[in-house]
């Protein structure tokens, strides 16, 4: 099995910035695609930014210019910098891994096959 823990969630003002991590262990593939995702309340869940093993990076739209993802191979660890954040930035983000048969891009909680329990991000 694969285990993913995210930490770095918090609250911010408007304008505020945030780095989130994620940690992963267990039966991870460290050339495996890894990405970000989240949801707000009563909201389906928001691709957010994904990387490939090699680095290779995309983003959401409504995040370009503002986050940052990067990862770690040697220590299996993914971030995900946030700057210039809104109130529309609030919600739970999910770090996830394992794509099979897709590309690695930017998707909800369907595009993978493991997820970690989230950290809650709040801009006022």
């Known amino acids: 099995d694969v285990q993913l823990v995210e930490s770095g969630g918090g609250s911010v003002q408007t304008g505020g910035s945030l780095t989130l991590s994620c940690a992963a262990s267990?039966?991870?593939?460290?050339?495996?695609?890894m990405g970000w995702f989240r949801q707000a309340p009563g909201k389906g869940s928001e691709g957010v930014a994904a990387?490939?093993?090699?680095?290779?990076?995309t983003y959401a739209d409504s995040v370009k210019g503002r986050f940052t993802i990067s990862r770690d191979n040697t220590k299996s660890n993914m971030y995900l910098q946030l700057s210039n954040l809104s109130p529309e930035d609030t919600a739970m983000y999910y770090c996830?891994?394992?794509?099979?048969?897709?590309?690695?891009?930017?998707?909800?909680?369907?595009?993978?096959?493991?997820r970690g329990q989230g950290t809650q991000v709040t801009v006022s």
């Open positions: 996830a891994t394992g794509v099979v048969g897709r590309p690695c891009i930017p998707g909800g909680s369907t595009w993978y096959m493991y």
């Open positions: 267990g039966d991870y593939y460290a050339r495996w695609c």
């Open positions: 990387i490939d093993e090699v680095g290779a990076t």
